[in-house]
Antibody
């Protein structure tokens, strides 16, 4: 089955670091871009950035550049989103998604990882 | 950054009615626009890509049109499972989403 499996719910304190994951299976992981999308509670979708696991080429939205780091380990078909110092405003659901090679939009999504940052 | 503005924010309709959703770009995105559907507690689902192409498995009652700065998603006859939030997204210059339109049951 072609799928993206995301890591589980996280509850962290402000200032802590965090790395969440997204594991692809059922397809050639290195041949498709993987992106991250934020959805704050009750709000819309925000495109954060994207990585090509084949060579780790990474692009960020200006809104998220310097705020998060996107990486990938192609040997285990996993992409990551990480923070060095979380803020309460990072509380959100984070989705990873695969970008289709045919049309360059997200055609396969993970179920999301809920991150709660609270003191 | 290209800003996408969706209207209306909320659309209240009954099953069987036609839904028309709008997405306007702050500058031309050519035909590089997609539509997604999101239901509560679920990930988004791709409906339409490049303005007018239905994604795999999407029913024919969903259609998209437009180019440049003005785009429309139409649902010809609303089914109960179509009540959800719809987002447009452009890929002409990086990628951005609109703020969403909620289609609710009247």
């Amino acid at each position: 089955e072609v799928q993206l499996v995301q890591s589980g719910t996280e509850v962290k304190k402000p200032g802590e670091s965090l790395k969440i994951s997204c594991k692809g299976s059922g397809y050639s992981f290195t041949n498709y871009w993987i992106g991250w999308v934020r959805q704050m509670p009750g709000k819309g979708l925000e495109w954060m950035g994207i990585i090509y696991p084949g060579d780790s080429d990474t692009r960020y939205s200006p809104s998220f550049q310097g705020q998060v780091t996107i990486s990938a380990d192609k040997s285990i078909s996993t992409a990551y989103l990480q923070w060095s110092s979380l803020k309460a405003s990072d509380t959100a659901m984070y989705f990873c998604a695969r970008q289709a090679a045919v049309h360059w939009y997200f055609d396969l999504w993970g179920r999301g990882t809920l991150v709660t940052v609270s003191s | 950054e290209i800003v996408l503005t969706q209207s209306p924010a909320t659309l209240s309709l009954s099953p069987g009615e036609r839904a028309t959703l709008s997405c306007r770009a702050s500058q031309s995105v050519s035909s590089y626009l997609a539509w997604f559907q999101q239901k509560p507690g679920q990930a988004p689902r791709l409906l339409i890509y490049d303005a007018s192409n239905r994604a795999t498995g999407i029913p024919a009652r969903f259609s998209g049109s437009g180019s440049g700065t003005d785009f429309t998603l139409s649902i010809s006859s609303l089914e109960p499972e179509d009540f959800a939030v719809y987002y447009c997204q452009q890929r002409s210059n990086s990628w951005t989403f609109g703020q969403g339109t909620k289609v609710e049951i009247k």
